[in-house]
């Protein structure tokens, strides 16, 4: 067979699976089975590279900082979901501090009375001391 009549087979095939005549030239194989299996092949890379973005299309411009930046807000919220999946809001209601709350008296499992916080040592020293200094200026105490 010449070279030629291969040539015109490998046309004659491109052109049936809707293919460029430059893409003949891909074709690979020696029966007209293989010819063909080759031409479908390169079609179907053909049909699925067409789906690609073009270059210069908004999918194709977004740069790296930009998809780090998405990835990061991504993650965010999916550990956003997953947490409120593991820990969903209690039934029992909370106070202002976020400690639980009870309508029934102090041993119904709520939140106890806040604690007066303690009073400073060394200001109820000298409160004490300035007492007792203005009393002894009044001559009523022997301090």
């Known amino acids: 067979m010449s070279d030629q009549f291969i040539e015109d087979v ?3 095939v491109a052109e049936a699976h809707s293919l460029p005549e430059a893409a003949a030239e891909f074709l690979v194989g020696t ?3 293989e010819l063909e299996a080759s031409a479908a092949q390169l079609a179907e890379l053909l049909t699925a590279h067409q789906a690609d973005p073009e270059p210069g299309s908004p999918e194709e411009s ?3 900082a930009d998809v780090i930046a998405r990835a990061s807000f991504e993650k965010r919220e999916r550990q956003r979901a997953l947490i409120a999946a593991l820990h969903p809001e209690p039934q029992q209601p909370r106070d202002g501090q976020g400690k ?3 309508s029934g008296g102090l041993f119904g499992g709520g939140a106890r009375p806040l604690v007066p916080a303690p009073k400073d040592p060394v ?3 000298d409160a004490i ?3 007792l200094t203005q009393l002894s200026h009044l001559g009523r105490s022997q301090f």
Do not use: D, P
Request: aromatic share 6%.
């Open 10 to 12: 490998r046309r004659s």
């Open 31 to 33: 029966t007209l089975e």
């Open 62 to 64: 977004e740069t790296m």
């Open 100 to 102: 639980f709350t009870t």
């Open 123 to 125: 200001r109820e020293h």
């Open 129 to 131: 001391v300035l007492g």
